[in-house]
């Protein structure tokens, strides 16, 4: 077994989790130490928890339970498991809420509404998503919440004051979008827990606090793009915010439909690249 840390946070810890055992490896006893969902996203395995025996297969969540001690098993796989785990504190537990025995379920089978957002969090994991992962997290850990208990969040309906603390803190990321701003940056500036942070943004928004601050460095880096100024596509990159050249071009050609550099060219009079992308859609 590998497990590689992919983000911690005091609220929230990311694991990527990959198992190489065999059906001839010997079982043997392992624990939870905190509340956690591990989205199954390849492979198959079995689990012993509780006194009850569950098999796992690709779009399964595994739940751990401070304390809980399980078993697993590999009977009917022989190429291993991976696992996309978010390790949650007990505030964040508390925040969500929901009956305390949902916790003890063992594992949630492949269900439509927890698979894709599985999906939805591994795409973030690798960079193909402007959601953070650490807000992944929190909607999945609560809609699992919602989908096990059998209970549906009701709409957020924010008061004034609420939806004001939503748009100064936006304003706030903008400003400072050239910074690594997590969820719980921005929920400590807003003055909120980053649960309720998180369904407040997005609600009053429409996008959640991370979807904002890869879109603000967008935003700056198309300005500064299409200035007549001599900085590199690499400085521009990092200038915005972005800590990886490549995850810039990537996220900016996703938005853009065209790459850095014939965004560049295009602002300095290549109409045929306008014209291209037009004729695309």
């Not at 809980?68 to 964040?92: M, N």
């Not at 995850?247 to 045929?272: E, I, M, W, Y």
Request: proline share 4%; charged share 25%.
């Amino acid at each position: 077994m590998t497990a590689t840390v992919l983000l911690q946070g005091d609220l929230i810890s990311v694991y990527d989790y990959r198992c190489t055992a065999r059906p001839d490896t010997k079982p043997f006893v392992e624990q939870h130490h905190c509340h956690s969902v591990a989205y199954v996203r390849k492979g198959s395995f079995g689990c012993t928890k509780r006194g009850q025996s569950f098999e796992l297969v690709a779009g399964s969540i595994l739940v751990g339970h401070p304390g809980d001690e399980y078993v697993c098993t590999h009977d009917h796989h022989i190429c291993g498991d991976e696992c996309l785990s978010f390790a949650l504190a007990p505030e964040l537990v508390d925040s969500i809420g929901g009956r305390a025995d949902v916790w003890h379920t063992g594992c949630a089978p492949p269900l439509p509404e927890l698979m894709v957002l599985g999906e939805l969090a591994q795409a973030a994991a690798c960079g193909r998503s402007d959601i953070g992962l650490d807000e992944m997290g929190h909607v999945l850990a609560n809609r699992f919440v919602e989908v096990v208990s059998g209970r549906t969040q009701k709409p957020m309906r924010a008061a004034a004051r609420d939806r004001r603390r939503a748009v100064e803190t936006a304003l706030w990321i903008d400003a400072h979008s050239q910074r690594q701003i997590d969820l719980e940056d921005a929920a400590d500036q807003a003055g909120l827990s980053p649960f309720h942070f998180l369904r407040l943004f997005s609600s009053t928004l429409g996008v959640s606090p991370h979807q904002y601050l890869v879109r603000s460095r967008l935003r700056h880096a198309a300005r500064m793009l299409a200035d007549d100024g001599g900085r590199s596509i690499t400085d521009i990159a990092f200038d915005v915010g972005f800590g990886d050249l490549s995850n810039f071009v990537r996220t900016f050609h996703r938005a853009a439909g065209v790459s850095p550099l014939r965004f560049r060219q295009a602002s300095r009079g290549d109409r045929k690249i306008l014209q291209d992308r037009l004729a695309v859609h």
